[in-house]
Nanobody, 126 residues
């Protein structure tokens, strides 16, 4: 499956953005999805994950309560809604897909994912 992330941009602290991850080539419904981010000079970190069915989600501690992952399998797209953004959320955000995922399974490690989008830059100004 090929992934295209979009929706990044420049936003003030406290603002919101919604990122999209559009899949092509294969049906996204067959894949678990994860969102990761990497800030300048920092290691890649987990933002959140969603199960193949969409019924289960989980988030990294820095974004819990502020970010929400969802998916619309009919549109072959996953989303990352980001609210109450902080300057420390500034990073390149990547979506990733894991094949052979269990319907309710959540996959937390980047090594689980074989397909990655190109990344979209999110910059939060103070």
């Amino acid at each position: 499956v090929q992934l295209q992330a979009s929706g990044g941009g420049l936003v003030q602290a406290g603002g919101s953005l919604r990122l999209s991850c559009a899949a092509s080539g294969r049906a996204l419904k067959n894949y678990g999805v994860g969102w990761f981010r990497q800030g300048a000079g920092k290691e890649r970190e987990l933002v959140g994950v969603i199960s193949r069915s969409g019924g289960s989600t989980d988030y990294g501690d820095p974004v819990k309560g502020r970010f929400t992952i969802s998916r619309d399998n009919a549109k072959n797209t996953a989303y990352l809604q980001m609210n109450s953004l902080k300057p420390e959320d500034t990073a390149v955000y990547y979506c990733a897909a894991k094949s052979n995922a269990i319907s309710s399974g959540l996959y937390y490690y980047a090594a689980h994912y074989e397909s990655w989008g190109q990344g979209t830059q999110v910059t939060v100004s103070s």
